[in-house]
Each structure stands twice: as structure tokens, then as C-alpha cells.
């Protein structure tokens, strides 16, 4: 009869749209198609802010990246199969790096999956995802949307942060339900990522062992920098005296020129410390497995939220489980003032080292050889954003990375953004768009030629939406450096690439400014303008083609064999 016909209805594509404003989510990263362009659309209309890409990877790696700054899941939009696939690379690393982030991606019929009948873009997705994830689900009822959102978005933050998967069938975005029933199944999370506090003994174990070191050291790492617990993490550091070793997205967390930073002083740190103090930072390949280049006897004391971490690599003889900022907190309350105290010999000993590696840099620094050299271009590039310490910098390639992280110091938190645990390319438009759109504040993206290319089409969306990202490309040529030769016939050779690329005039094509520079002072004068103009920007540097090594710092990880042309 009329009276029991509900007089609103409500549907599955503004089911998901009410459970992510209800969740606070204020931005989605994706690339349209079916199942989900209207989806796009109406979280556009609700006051989502939608930005629209031109593959999902980077669409997944601004997701990413947002999770990071924000300490709040980024969100990834994909069509079906193949935009699904495209956006696993993002999510994977996601979880690599234990950044939060949820991949929402619409999927196909499950009754013609299932029964493999061939339906457009077919996959069983859910299944796909799970090897690369934190957590996969999918929402087979339209009821289920909003527990759906709610537990893909706590499993992403809470805990160990990471990429979680959420499949909804085409027919469930489809589905319609009353609007009275509908808005019952959505609920806002309360306390998504709880407080993780370590045990009493725990905490006077972890006193008692840095209290009695000769030479201790802090290791900070981009778990440190994703706590927002910046006070807390200069306290602990300032008040013990302990020099410490930022990795590369843990720069800024204190100045790179405070005065108990090792990072000058790295190897003799590890070779050295008897205590290392790991907070937020992973014993893994990018700190040797805790054996290449350390102290055979160092021990090592280690805060981390996920208890699985301890004793990955090395045996931790004072673990600290929790979350960094309930660990600093109980460590400085049950610390007795004055009884964790370096030792002033080992302050200066790294202090001496420092201040000579510091000499030497400077003076690879002054140099001024033609063609250019990355250290030439990165120096510059340096001197103009020291002016403007709100610029984020992103930075992907191998030289391109690696010489920049050592060159350009940073001041202020979770401004670096790099290639991180995965040491992935294509990270760059993707880091650098997130970054522009979360914060407003311009971003410098340092890219190698190569690692350029993984996202560089990305460069008509940072045109599109008028982004402040400047893009400088460190120009050698090719895939490490740029004059390997091909012996056997006319074609390049594996790594080569075109130096003679102008790159300046792709993004002169979408309406954004290009420059070419050929000397460091071309490159201040291209990088101030930019930075004074705000708006899209590309300078292509170029860089001798016999500049750079072969994986540039990491060499080493080439296996040997018998090789046919090095
Ligand atoms: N809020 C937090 N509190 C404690 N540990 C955290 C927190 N957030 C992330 N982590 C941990 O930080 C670590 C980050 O390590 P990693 O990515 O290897 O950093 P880096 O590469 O900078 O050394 C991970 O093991 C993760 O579990
Ligand atoms: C997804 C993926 N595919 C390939 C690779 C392997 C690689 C590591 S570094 C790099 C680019 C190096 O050249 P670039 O020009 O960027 O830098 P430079 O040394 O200054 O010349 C590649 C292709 C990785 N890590 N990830
Ligand atoms: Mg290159």
C-alpha cells in the first residue's frame, strides 16, 4: 500500500560517498570508468575533492603520500581489472613503507567471475590483491558499504599503518535501499588508530641499557616522522645528548645541521655505537640488516608498534612495543633526570669526523665543471630552496636520489618524500601532487630522466589543477648515466635515453612553464622564478651524459655472474 512505500531511497554510490565524509575523507585520487565515474561525480558534488589522473599508479602514490602527511588514510579510486591492477603497484607500496592508504576499486559481476563467463573487465580482484596488502575485503551487500569503509579505513591506520583493499561489485554501487535503512548501516570511527603505551618494564629495560652505554646512538626513521611527535622526538634526543642518524624521510624531524646529527658521520656512528636506539626505523637493507658496516657488539633497543618487527634482523635486547609518541612519553616520565647522559668523547669524535666530511663536500660543492654535474644542479637547487623552508621535496632515481639526499638538507618535518623502503620509480608526480594538493605549500620534485618517465604524464594534471610544483629533472641521459654504448648495432644501448629530450617543452605543451638550464647559475635564476611565479613549472637540467654510477649508491646489489658488457 502507499503508506509502507519509503519516500527517499538512497543507493550504493552514495552510500560510499556519506561513509567516507562521515569518516572525515576530504579527498579521493583516482582515474574514471566503469563501475565508478558516477561514484567520482557524486563525491565531487558532496564536497569530495576529486583529482583526476592519468594512470592509477600515481593516483595510488598521491593516496599514499597523503596517508603519511595527514596520518589519515589516503584514498585510491580504480575502475575494474585493469585500473586495479595499475593501482597495485601504489598500494604495495603503501605497506611497504606502512603508509596508510584504502584502494577502493569497482568490480565485476561476481555470479559471471565466479563462473568464469567472460564479463567485461573480468578479475577476481579480492583475491588478486591479497599477497600485496595489509588487508583486502570486499562488500558483497549494499548494506554492507558502511561497515565496508569503516573497517578498510581502521585496518589502514590502526596498528602498523599500510595499504588495504576494498572490492564493491558494480551491482552493490548500483543497488538501491531506503534512505532511513541506508543511513543506520554508516557509522563514524571512534579512536581509529588507539594508543599503543608499552609496559613499565619494558621502558626501565630500555633506560637501563641506553644508560650504560659508552658510545649510544639514535636511528631515526620515517615511523618517527609519521608519529607527529616532533616535541617529544627533540626532547628525547636534546635531553639525553645521544647523536643521531636520520633516514632519508626522517630528515627535517630535527634540522640536518643540529649539532647532534651523525648523518656527516654515518659510518663511523654504526661502526662504532654500542647502543642504538631504533625508533621508527626498520633494521632492513637501507641500514645493512644491522650487520654490514656496524659494531658486531652493538646492542640494540627498538621502538616500534608492530611487535613482529623485533628481532627481525638483529636480536633486540630491549624491545619497546608501542606507538612512538606513548614511548617517548613513558620513557621521559620514568627516566631519572641526568641518568641517560652520551658521553661528551663521543659527541666529539662524530663531531670531528662530521666537520671533515662537511670540508669535503663543500669543496665538491664550489666546483663549477662543464658540462654540468649533479652536484653543480643540486647545489643550486639547494641555495634556492633554503630560501623557501616550506617547500616539500620529492626525489626519485639513483644518482638523481642519492647525491640529492646527501646535498639537500632539510629543517622541518615530513617535507622529504622519496622512493623510501621499496626504493620504487615513480613516485614523483604522484608524491609531488598529494603534497600540493594536501598542503597547499609548493613542492621542488628532484627526478632523475629516467625515474621522470615512470609518472611524467601527470605533468597535464599538475597543469590541470594549476598545482605549485616545479619539476627539475636531472637531465644525464639515461637509466644511471647517459653514454653506455650499444656495439652491436645502431639502437641505444639498455640504459640510454635523449639528452637532447626537451623535456621544458612538454609541460609548455600544457600550458606550464618549461626551462632548459646548462649551468648551476641557470639553474638558480629557473628555480627562483618558478618558485616566485607558484604555478607548474619544468626545469630540464642538463647533466653531463658520463656523470653518475651504475645504481648509483647501491651498486653493490647488481649480482656479478658473468657480466657481457660493464
Ligand atoms: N606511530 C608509530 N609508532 C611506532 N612505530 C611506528 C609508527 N608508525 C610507523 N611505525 C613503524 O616505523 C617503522 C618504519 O620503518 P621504515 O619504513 O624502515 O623507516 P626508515 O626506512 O625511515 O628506516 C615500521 O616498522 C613501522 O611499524
Ligand atoms: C618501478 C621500477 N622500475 C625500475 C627500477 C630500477 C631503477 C632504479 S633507479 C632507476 C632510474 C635511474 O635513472 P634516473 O635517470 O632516474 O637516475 P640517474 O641515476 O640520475 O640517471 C631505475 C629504472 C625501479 N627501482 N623501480
Ligand atoms: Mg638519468
Given at each position: 500500500a502507499?503508506?509502507?512505500?519509503p519516500t527517499?531511497l538512497t543507493?550504493g554510490y552514495?552510500l560510499v560517498?556519506d561513509?567516507?565524509?562521515?569518516?572525515?575523507?576530504?579527498?579521493?585520487?583516482?582515474?574514471v570508468?566503469?563501475?565508478i565515474?558516477?561514484?567520482?561525480?557524486l563525491a565531487?558534488?558532496?564536497g569530495i575533492?576529486?583529482?583526476?589522473?592519468?594512470?592509477e599508479?600515481?593516483?595510488?602514490h598521491?593516496?599514499a603520500?597523503a596517508g603519511?602527511?595527514n596520518?589519515k588514510?589516503?584514498v585510491?579510486?580504480t575502475?575494474?581489472?585493469?585500473?586495479?591492477?595499475?593501482?597495485l603497484?601504489?598500494l604495495?607500496?603503501?605497506?611497504t613503507?606502512?603508509f596508510?592508504?584504502v584502494q577502493?576499486?569497482g568490480s565485476s559481476e561476481r555470479?559471471?567471475?565466479d563462473?568464469?563467463q567472460?564479463?567485461?573487465?573480468?578479475m577476481?580482484q579480492?583475491?588478486a590483491a591479497q599477497?600485496f596488502v595489509k588487508?583486502?575485503y570486499?562488500?558483497?551487500?549494499v548494506e554492507?558499504i558502511g561497515?565496508?569503509?569503516?573497517r578498510?579505513?581502521r585496518t589502514?591506520?590502526s596498528?602498523?599503518?599500510?595499504?588495504v583493499y576494498l572490492d564493491?561489485?558494480?551491482?552493490v554501487?548500483?543497488?538501491i535501499?531506503?534512505?532511513a535503512?541506508g543511513?543506520?548501516t554508516?557509522?563514524?570511527?571512534?579512536d581509529p588508530?588507539?594508543r599503543?603505551?608499552?609496559?613499565?618494564e619494558a621502558?626501565?629495560?630500555?633506560?637501563?641499557?641506553?644508560?650504560?652505554?659508552?658510545?649510544?646512538?639514535?636511528?631515526?626513521g620515517k615511523?618517527a616522522?609519521y608519529?607527529?611527535a616532533?616535541?617529544?622526538?627533540r626532547?628525547?634526543?636534546e635531553s639525553?645528548?645521544?647523536?643521531?642518524v636520520?633516514?632519508?624521510?626522517?630528515k627535517?624531524?630535527?634540522?640536518?645541521?643540529?649539532p647532534q646529527?651523525?648523518?656527516t658521520?654515518r659510518?663511523l656512528a654504526?661502526?662504532k655505537?654500542?647502543?642504538?636506539?631504533?625508533?621508527g626505523?626498520?633494521?632492513?637493507w637501507?641500514l645493512g640488516?644491522?650487520?654490514?658496516g656496524?659494531?658486531?657488539d652493538a646492542?640494540?633497543v627498538?621502538?616500534d608498534?608492530?611487535p613482529?618487527e623485533?628481532?627481525?634482523?638483529q636480536?633486540?635486547s630491549?624491545p619497546?612495543?608501542?606507538?612512538?609518541e606513548?614511548?617517548?612519553?613513558?620513557?621521559a616520565?620514568?627516566?631519572?633526570?641526568?641518568?641517560i647522559q652520551?658521553p661528551s668523547a663521543?659527541r666529539e669524535?662524530l663531531g670531528?669526523?662530521?666537520a671533515q666530511?662537511?670540508?669535503k663536500?663543500?669543496?665538491r660543492?664550489a666546483?663549477d665543471p662543464?658540462?654540468m654535474?649533479?652536484m653543480?644542479a643540486?647545489k643550486?637547487v639547494r641555495?634556492?630552496?633554503?630560501?623557501?623552508p616550506?617547500?616539500?621535496?620529492v626525489?626519485?632515481?639513483?644518482?638523481?636520489?642519492?647525491?640529492?639526499?646527501?646535498?639537500i638538507d632539510?629543517?622541518v618535518?615530513?617535507?622529504?618524500?622519496d622512493?623510501?623502503t621499496?626504493?620504487v620509480?615513480g613516485?614523483?608526480?604522484?608524491?609531488?601532487?598529494a603534497?600540493?594538493?594536501?598542503?597547499?605549500?609548493?613542492?621542488?620534485?628532484?627526478?632523475?630522466d629516467?625515474a621522470?618517465?615512470?609518472?611524467?604524464i601527470?605533468?597535464?594534471t599538475?597543469c590541470?589543477?594549476k598545482?605549485p610544483?616545479v619539476?627539475v629533472i636531472?637531465?644525464?641521459?639515461?637509466?644511471?648515466?647517459g653514454?653506455d654504448?650499444n656495439?652491436?648495432?645502431?639502437?641505444?644501448?639498455?640504459?640510454?635515453l635523449?639528452?637532447?629530450?626537451?623535456?621544458d617543452?612538454?609541460?609548455?605543451?600544457f600550458?606550464?612553464?618549461g626551462?632548459r638550464?646548462t649551468?648551476?647559475?641557470?639553474?638558480?635564476a629557473?628555480l627562483?622564478?618558478?618558485?616566485?611565479?607558484?604555478g607548474?613549472?619544468?626545469?630540464d637540467?642538463?647533466i653531463?651524459p658520463?656523470?653518475g654510477?651504475?645504481s648509483g649508491?647501491?651498486?653493490?646489489l647488481?649480482?656479478?655472474?658473468?657480466t657481457?658488457?660493464n
Amino acid at each position: 500500500a502507499a503508506a509502507d512505500v519509503p519516500t527517499e531511497l538512497t543507493d550504493g554510490y552514495h552510500l560510499v560517498v556519506d561513509a567516507l565524509k562521515l569518516n572525515d575523507i576530504d579527498t579521493i585520487y583516482g582515474v574514471v570508468g566503469i563501475p565508478i565515474t558516477d561514484l567520482a561525480r557524486l563525491a565531487q558534488a558532496q564536497g569530495i575533492r576529486y583529482i583526476g589522473f592519468r594512470h592509477e599508479s600515481n593516483a595510488g602514490h598521491a593516496a599514499a603520500i597523503a596517508g603519511y602527511l595527514n596520518k589519515k588514510p589516503g584514498v585510491a579510486l580504480t575502475v575494474s581489472a585493469p585500473g586495479f591492477l595499475n593501482g597495485l603497484v601504489a598500494l604495495a607500496n603503501a605497506t611497504t613503507n606502512c603508509f596508510p592508504m584504502v584502494q577502493i576499486s569497482g568490480s565485476s559481476e561476481r555470479h559471471l567471475v565466479d563462473l568464469k563467463q567472460g564479463d567485461y573487465e573480468e578479475m577476481d580482484q579480492l583475491a588478486a590483491a591479497q599477497p600485496f596488502v595489509k588487508a583486502a575485503y570486499r562488500v558483497s551487500r549494499v548494506e554492507d558499504i558502511g561497515r565496508g569503509i569503516a573497517r578498510a579505513l581502521r585496518t589502514a591506520i590502526s596498528g602498523r599503518p599500510g595499504g588495504v583493499y576494498l572490492d564493491i561489485p558494480a551491482a552493490v554501487l548500483g543497488a538501491i535501499m531506503p534512505k532511513a535503512e541506508g543511513d543506520r548501516t554508516l557509522s563514524r570511527l571512534v579512536d581509529p588508530a588507539p594508543r599503543q603505551l608499552p609496559a613499565p618494564e619494558a621502558v626501565d629495560r630500555a633506560i637501563e641499557l641506553l644508560a650504560s652505554a659508552e658510545r649510544p646512538l639514535v636511528v631515526l626513521g620515517k615511523g618517527a616522522a609519521y608519529a607527529q611527535a616532533d616535541d617529544k622526538v627533540r626532547q628525547f634526543v636534546e635531553s639525553t645528548g645521544i647523536p643521531y642518524v636520520p633516514m632519508s624521510m626522517a630528515k627535517g624531524l630535527l634540522p640536518d645541521d643540529h649539532p647532534q646529527s651523525a648523518a656527516t658521520a654515518r659510518s663511523l656512528a654504526l661502526k662504532k655505537a654500542d647502543v642504538v636506539m631504533l625508533i621508527g626505523a626498520r633494521l632492513n637493507w637501507l641500514l645493512g640488516h644491522g650487520q654490514t658496516g656496524w659494531n658486531p657488539d652493538a646492542k640494540f633497543v627498538q621502538i616500534d608498534i608492530d611487535p613482529k618487527e623485533m628481532d627481525s634482523n638483529q636480536p633486540i635486547s630491549a624491545p619497546l612495543v608501542g606507538d612512538i609518541e606513548s614511548v617517548l612519553d613513558a620513557l621521559a616520565e620514568r627516566t631519572k633526570p641526568g641518568q641517560i647522559q652520551a658521553p661528551s668523547a663521543w659527541r666529539e669524535e662524530l663531531g670531528a669526523r662530521s666537520a671533515q666530511n662537511v670540508a669535503k663536500m663543500a669543496e665538491r660543492l664550489a666546483a663549477d665543471p662543464h658540462p654540468m654535474q649533479f652536484m653543480g644542479a643540486l647545489k643550486a637547487v639547494r641555495d634556492v630552496v633554503h630560501q623557501h623552508p616550506e617547500t616539500y621535496i620529492v626525489n626519485e632515481g639513483a644518482n638523481a636520489l642519492d647525491i640529492a639526499r646527501n646535498v639537500i638538507d632539510m629543517h622541518v618535518p615530513r617535507h622529504r618524500l622519496d622512493s623510501g623502503t621499496w626504493g620504487v620509480m615513480g613516485i614523483g608526480m604522484g608524491y609531488a601532487i598529494a603534497a600540493a594538493v594536501e598542503s597547499g605549500a609548493p613542492v621542488v620534485a628532484i627526478e632523475g630522466d629516467s625515474a621522470f618517465g615512470f609518472s611524467g604524464i601527470e605533468i597535464e594534471t599538475i597543469c590541470r589543477y594549476k598545482l605549485p610544483v616545479v619539476t627539475v629533472i636531472m637531465n644525464n641521459g639515461g637509466v644511471y648515466r647517459g653514454d653506455d654504448t650499444n656495439p652491436y648495432d645502431d639502437e641505444p644501448s639498455p640504459t640510454t635515453l635523449m639528452s637532447a629530450a626537451r623535456h621544458d617543452l612538454l609541460i609548455e605543451s600544457f600550458g606550464g612553464k618549461g626551462y632548459r638550464a646548462t649551468t648551476p647559475a641557470e639553474v638558480t635564476a629557473a628555480l627562483t622564478e618558478a618558485l616566485a611565479l607558484g604555478g607548474p613549472a619544468l626545469i630540464d637540467c642538463v647533466i653531463d651524459p658520463s656523470a653518475g654510477t651504475e645504481s648509483g649508491h647501491i651498486s653493490h646489489l647488481n649480482p656479478k655472474g658473468i657480466t657481457v658488457g660493464n
